[in-house]
Protein backbone atom coordinates (compact mmCIF):
# COMPACT_ATOMS: atom_id res chain seq x y z
CA UNK A 1 0.00 0.00 0.00
CA UNK A 2 1.24 2.99 -1.22
CA UNK A 3 -1.78 5.76 -2.05
CA UNK A 4 -4.79 4.60 0.12
CA UNK A 5 -8.10 6.25 -0.69
CA UNK A 6 -11.35 6.27 2.25
CA UNK A 7 -14.47 6.16 0.27
CA UNK A 8 -18.31 6.68 1.59
CA UNK A 9 -21.22 8.42 -0.04
CA UNK A 10 -20.72 12.06 1.80
CA UNK A 11 -17.02 12.37 2.64
CA UNK A 12 -18.22 14.53 5.63
CA UNK A 13 -17.60 11.97 8.43
CA UNK A 14 -16.70 8.68 8.25
CA UNK A 15 -13.99 9.07 5.60
CA UNK A 16 -12.60 11.93 7.01
CA UNK A 17 -11.89 10.68 10.21
CA UNK A 18 -10.64 8.01 8.73
CA UNK A 19 -8.27 10.33 6.52
CA UNK A 20 -7.08 12.40 9.62
CA UNK A 21 -6.51 9.25 11.70
CA UNK A 22 -4.31 7.42 8.73
CA UNK A 23 -2.56 10.37 7.95
CA UNK A 24 -1.69 10.90 11.11
CA UNK A 25 -0.42 6.87 12.40
CA UNK A 26 0.71 5.66 9.49
CA UNK A 27 3.89 6.11 7.95
CA UNK A 28 5.16 9.00 6.36
CA UNK A 29 5.21 7.60 2.71
CA UNK A 30 2.01 6.57 2.42
CA UNK A 31 -0.30 8.77 0.79
CA UNK A 32 -3.85 8.98 2.13
CA UNK A 33 -6.74 10.80 0.97
CA UNK A 34 -10.76 10.65 0.94
CA UNK A 35 -13.71 10.86 -1.16
CA UNK A 36 -17.62 10.09 -1.80
CA UNK A 37 -19.65 9.54 -4.35
CA UNK A 38 -22.12 12.40 -3.46
CA UNK A 39 -19.98 14.54 -1.42
CA UNK A 40 -21.56 17.17 0.88
CA UNK A 41 -19.36 19.08 3.82
CA UNK A 42 -16.99 18.10 6.44
CA UNK A 43 -19.18 17.27 9.45
CA UNK A 44 -18.32 19.78 12.40
CA UNK A 45 -18.52 16.31 14.98
CA UNK A 46 -15.87 15.28 13.27
CA UNK A 47 -13.40 17.92 13.73
CA UNK A 48 -14.48 18.07 16.96
CA UNK A 49 -14.51 13.90 18.10
CA UNK A 50 -10.43 14.02 15.82
CA UNK A 51 -9.43 17.36 18.07
CA UNK A 52 -10.11 15.12 21.67
CA UNK A 53 -7.11 13.23 20.24
CA UNK A 54 -5.49 16.18 18.94
CA UNK A 55 -5.40 15.57 15.63
CA UNK A 56 -6.15 18.72 13.31
CA UNK A 57 -8.74 17.79 10.39
CA UNK A 58 -10.48 21.26 10.16
CA UNK A 59 -8.73 22.16 6.85
CA UNK A 60 -10.02 18.63 5.13
CA UNK A 61 -12.66 19.40 2.84
CA UNK A 62 -15.04 16.89 0.86
CA UNK A 63 -14.49 15.47 -2.52
CA UNK A 64 -16.02 13.48 -5.35
CA UNK A 65 -14.17 11.00 -6.48
CA UNK A 66 -14.08 12.08 -9.92
CA UNK A 67 -11.57 14.67 -8.84
CA UNK A 68 -8.55 12.59 -7.47
CA UNK A 69 -6.21 11.35 -9.88
CA UNK A 70 -7.60 7.62 -9.14
CA UNK A 71 -4.54 5.91 -11.56
CA UNK A 72 -2.17 6.61 -8.25
CA UNK A 73 -4.66 4.52 -6.01
CA UNK A 74 -3.35 1.41 -5.18
CA UNK A 75 -6.02 0.34 -2.31
CA UNK A 76 -8.97 1.42 -1.71
CA UNK A 77 -11.39 0.81 1.69
CA UNK A 78 -14.80 1.27 1.36
CA UNK A 79 -16.52 2.27 5.07
CA UNK A 80 -20.43 2.14 4.03
CA UNK A 81 -22.62 -0.22 6.01
CA UNK A 82 -26.13 0.40 4.93
CA UNK A 83 -25.78 2.66 1.93
CA UNK A 84 -24.65 1.71 -1.38
CA UNK A 85 -20.97 2.20 -1.25
CA UNK A 86 -18.89 4.16 -4.33
CA UNK A 87 -18.15 2.17 -7.03
CA UNK A 88 -14.25 1.89 -8.18
CA UNK A 89 -13.81 0.68 -11.25
CA UNK A 90 -9.54 -0.11 -11.01
CA UNK A 91 -8.14 -3.26 -10.16
CA UNK A 92 -6.48 -1.98 -6.61
CA UNK A 93 -6.46 -3.77 -3.24
CA UNK A 94 -9.63 -3.56 -1.34
CA UNK A 95 -10.78 -3.71 2.21
CA UNK A 96 -14.48 -3.15 3.38
CA UNK A 97 -14.67 -1.79 7.03
CA UNK A 98 -18.80 -1.11 7.44
CA UNK A 99 -19.68 1.65 10.09
CA UNK A 100 -23.00 3.42 10.68
CA UNK A 101 -23.09 6.88 9.61
CA UNK A 102 -22.26 8.36 12.87
CA UNK A 103 -24.40 11.84 10.88
CA UNK A 104 -27.80 9.92 11.10
CA UNK A 105 -29.79 9.93 13.89
CA UNK A 106 -30.73 12.28 17.21
CA UNK A 107 -30.26 15.58 17.10
CA UNK A 108 -29.14 15.94 20.83
CA UNK A 109 -25.32 17.58 20.37
CA UNK A 110 -24.07 14.60 23.54
CA UNK A 111 -26.09 11.35 21.55
CA UNK A 112 -24.25 12.69 18.55
CA UNK A 113 -20.47 13.29 20.03
CA UNK A 114 -20.84 9.86 21.63
CA UNK A 115 -21.73 8.37 17.58
CA UNK A 116 -18.90 9.93 16.13
CA UNK A 117 -16.81 8.84 19.24
CA UNK A 118 -17.42 5.17 18.30
CA UNK A 119 -16.68 5.16 14.75
CA UNK A 120 -13.85 7.03 15.98
CA UNK A 121 -12.23 4.98 18.26
CA UNK A 122 -13.43 2.28 15.41
CA UNK A 123 -11.49 3.24 12.76
CA UNK A 124 -8.60 3.96 14.88
CA UNK A 125 -8.25 0.27 16.31
CA UNK A 126 -8.34 -0.55 12.65
CA UNK A 127 -5.74 1.54 11.44
CA UNK A 128 -3.43 0.82 14.74
CA UNK A 129 -3.49 -2.76 13.02
CA UNK A 130 -3.14 -1.40 9.49
CA UNK A 131 -0.30 0.51 10.48
CA UNK A 132 1.83 -2.49 12.27
CA UNK A 133 0.99 -4.48 8.80
CA UNK A 134 2.55 -2.08 6.68
CA UNK A 135 5.27 -2.07 8.91
CA UNK A 136 5.70 -5.86 9.20
CA UNK A 137 8.13 -7.09 6.09
CA UNK A 138 7.03 -10.40 4.36
CA UNK A 139 6.19 -13.55 6.77
CA UNK A 140 7.37 -17.06 6.22
CA UNK A 141 6.27 -19.77 3.72
CA UNK A 142 4.70 -22.69 5.66
CA UNK A 143 3.96 -26.11 4.81
CA UNK A 144 2.29 -27.26 8.14
CA UNK A 145 0.93 -25.82 11.46
CA UNK A 146 0.07 -26.99 14.41
CA UNK A 147 -1.55 -25.63 17.76
CA UNK A 148 -3.12 -25.90 21.45
CA UNK A 149 -6.11 -24.70 22.76
CA UNK A 150 -6.19 -24.61 26.70
CA UNK A 151 -10.17 -25.56 27.60
CA UNK A 152 -11.87 -26.06 30.69
CA UNK A 153 -13.89 -28.90 30.07
CA UNK A 154 -12.04 -31.66 27.95
CA UNK A 155 -15.01 -33.75 26.84
CA UNK A 156 -17.21 -30.90 25.82
CA UNK A 157 -14.34 -29.52 23.73
CA UNK A 158 -13.38 -32.77 22.15
CA UNK A 159 -16.90 -33.06 21.19
CA UNK A 160 -17.42 -29.61 19.44
CA UNK A 161 -14.03 -29.69 17.59
CA UNK A 162 -14.49 -32.89 16.06
CA UNK A 163 -17.60 -31.70 14.75
CA UNK A 164 -16.09 -28.49 13.71
CA UNK A 165 -13.04 -30.31 12.10
CA UNK A 166 -15.08 -33.09 11.02
CA UNK A 167 -13.05 -35.65 12.35
CA UNK A 168 -12.53 -37.66 15.23
CA UNK A 169 -9.12 -36.76 17.40
CA UNK A 170 -6.85 -39.03 16.51
CA UNK A 171 -6.25 -39.72 20.50
CA UNK A 172 -6.82 -38.33 24.04
CA UNK A 173 -6.03 -38.81 27.11
CA UNK A 174 -7.28 -37.46 30.69
CA UNK A 175 -5.35 -34.06 30.10
CA UNK A 176 -5.23 -33.48 26.30
CA UNK A 177 -6.79 -34.57 22.53
CA UNK A 178 -4.86 -34.33 19.76
CA UNK A 179 -6.76 -33.28 15.88
CA UNK A 180 -5.00 -34.43 13.24
CA UNK A 181 -6.58 -33.18 9.56
CA UNK A 182 -3.39 -33.75 6.56
CA UNK A 183 -5.70 -32.64 3.92
CA UNK A 184 -5.65 -28.96 5.77
CA UNK A 185 -1.61 -29.93 7.27
CA UNK A 186 -3.59 -28.84 10.72
CA UNK A 187 -2.14 -30.59 13.80
CA UNK A 188 -4.29 -28.92 16.99
CA UNK A 189 -4.24 -30.31 20.64
CA UNK A 190 -6.84 -29.62 23.28
CA UNK A 191 -5.10 -29.10 26.74
CA UNK A 192 -6.85 -28.99 29.97
CA UNK A 193 -5.80 -25.70 31.97
CA UNK A 194 -5.57 -27.47 35.26
CA UNK A 195 -2.80 -25.97 36.35
CA UNK A 196 -0.72 -28.47 36.21
CA UNK A 197 2.81 -28.93 34.82
CA UNK A 198 3.27 -29.70 31.23
CA UNK A 199 5.08 -32.24 29.52
CA UNK A 200 6.97 -32.05 26.37
CA UNK A 201 4.26 -33.92 24.41
CA UNK A 202 1.69 -31.16 25.30
CA UNK A 203 2.05 -28.22 22.84
CA UNK A 204 1.01 -24.93 24.66
CA UNK A 205 2.23 -23.10 21.44
CA UNK A 206 1.82 -22.51 17.71
CA UNK A 207 3.87 -24.49 15.42
CA UNK A 208 4.64 -23.55 12.24
CA UNK A 209 6.20 -25.80 10.17
CA UNK A 210 9.01 -24.60 7.21
CA UNK A 211 10.82 -26.72 4.00
CA UNK A 212 14.40 -26.91 5.53
CA UNK A 213 17.31 -25.82 7.95
CA UNK A 214 18.06 -22.52 5.80
CA UNK A 215 14.41 -20.94 6.38
CA UNK A 216 14.46 -21.80 9.82
CA UNK A 217 17.37 -19.23 10.00
CA UNK A 218 15.86 -17.22 6.91
CA UNK A 219 13.00 -16.44 9.38
CA UNK A 220 15.45 -15.55 12.37
CA UNK A 221 16.99 -12.79 10.53
CA UNK A 222 13.03 -11.62 9.01
CA UNK A 223 11.95 -11.74 12.91
CA UNK A 224 15.02 -9.76 14.66
CA UNK A 225 14.52 -7.40 11.23
CA UNK A 226 10.95 -6.71 12.52
CA UNK A 227 11.76 -6.07 15.46
CA UNK A 228 10.25 -9.68 16.79
CA UNK A 229 10.85 -11.26 20.35
CA UNK A 230 13.34 -14.19 20.20
CA UNK A 231 12.54 -16.68 22.65
CA UNK A 232 15.31 -19.56 21.58
CA UNK A 233 17.78 -18.86 18.49
CA UNK A 234 17.83 -20.74 15.68
CA UNK A 235 19.03 -24.41 16.74
CA UNK A 236 19.29 -28.15 15.82
CA UNK A 237 17.73 -30.26 18.59
CA UNK A 238 18.25 -34.05 19.13
CA UNK A 239 16.22 -35.38 21.65
CA UNK A 240 12.42 -36.78 21.07
CA UNK A 241 11.97 -35.70 17.56
CA UNK A 242 15.20 -34.37 15.46
CA UNK A 243 14.00 -30.44 14.24
CA UNK A 244 15.34 -27.73 13.27
CA UNK A 245 13.70 -24.75 15.39
CA UNK A 246 13.57 -21.10 16.01
CA UNK A 247 11.23 -20.08 19.08
CA UNK A 248 9.87 -16.03 18.98
CA UNK A 249 7.14 -14.95 21.33
CA UNK A 250 4.15 -13.23 20.65
CA UNK A 251 3.24 -9.74 21.92
CA UNK A 252 1.27 -11.23 24.55
CA UNK A 253 3.96 -14.00 25.66
CA UNK A 254 2.87 -17.09 24.09
CA UNK A 255 5.72 -18.86 22.48
CA UNK A 256 5.64 -19.39 18.59
CA UNK A 257 7.85 -21.99 17.16
CA UNK A 258 9.24 -22.08 13.40
CA UNK A 259 10.79 -25.74 12.97
CA UNK A 260 11.98 -27.89 9.84
CA UNK A 261 12.19 -31.20 10.25
CA UNK A 262 15.93 -33.21 9.70
CA UNK A 263 16.68 -34.72 6.11
CA UNK A 264 18.32 -38.32 7.16
CA UNK A 265 21.26 -36.80 5.91
CA UNK A 266 20.87 -34.30 7.99
CA UNK A 267 20.40 -36.77 11.09
CA UNK A 268 23.40 -38.71 10.67
CA UNK A 269 25.54 -35.76 11.90
CA UNK A 270 23.85 -36.11 15.99
CA UNK A 271 26.61 -35.28 18.36
CA UNK A 272 27.08 -38.36 20.99
CA UNK A 273 26.05 -35.69 23.69
CA UNK A 274 22.96 -35.01 21.47
CA UNK A 275 22.85 -31.26 22.82
CA UNK A 276 21.30 -28.97 20.61
CA UNK A 277 22.97 -27.33 18.05
CA UNK A 278 22.94 -23.53 17.21
CA UNK A 279 22.72 -22.74 13.60
CA UNK A 280 23.80 -19.42 13.89
CA UNK A 281 26.99 -18.02 15.07
CA UNK A 282 27.18 -16.01 18.61
CA UNK A 283 23.38 -16.71 19.77
CA UNK A 284 23.84 -19.46 21.97
CA UNK A 285 23.86 -16.16 24.79
CA UNK A 286 20.65 -15.70 23.25
CA UNK A 287 18.74 -18.75 24.99
CA UNK A 288 16.22 -18.11 28.21
CA UNK A 289 15.79 -20.78 30.12
CA UNK A 290 12.63 -22.89 29.71
CA UNK A 291 11.27 -26.05 29.49
CA UNK A 292 10.64 -26.59 26.28
CA UNK A 293 12.83 -29.03 24.44
Keep these: MKNILFLCVANSARS ?23 PSN ?22 AVEELDTHLVDAVITLCAEEVCPIFSRDVQRLHWPLIDPAIG ?42 SIRVNDLAKSTAFYSWLL ?21 NMVLVVSDGKELNHDTLYHLGVNVNNQ ?34 LKDPDGNLIEIYARLTDTEILTKPQNEQPTFLVAGTEADTEDSDVN
Excluded: C
Aim: zero cysteines.
Design 166 to 186: NTWPKEWTHRYATFIRPDLNL
Design 106 to 147: SSSSDEALERFRMVRDQLRQRILVLAELIKMPSGIDSIESHT
Design 16 to 38: QIAEGLARYYLPESIQVTSAGSI
Design 214 to 247: QEVIDAFFSAKDAGLTIFKPPRTTWKGTPLHELW
Design 42 to 63: LNPYAIKVMAELGIDISQQHAK
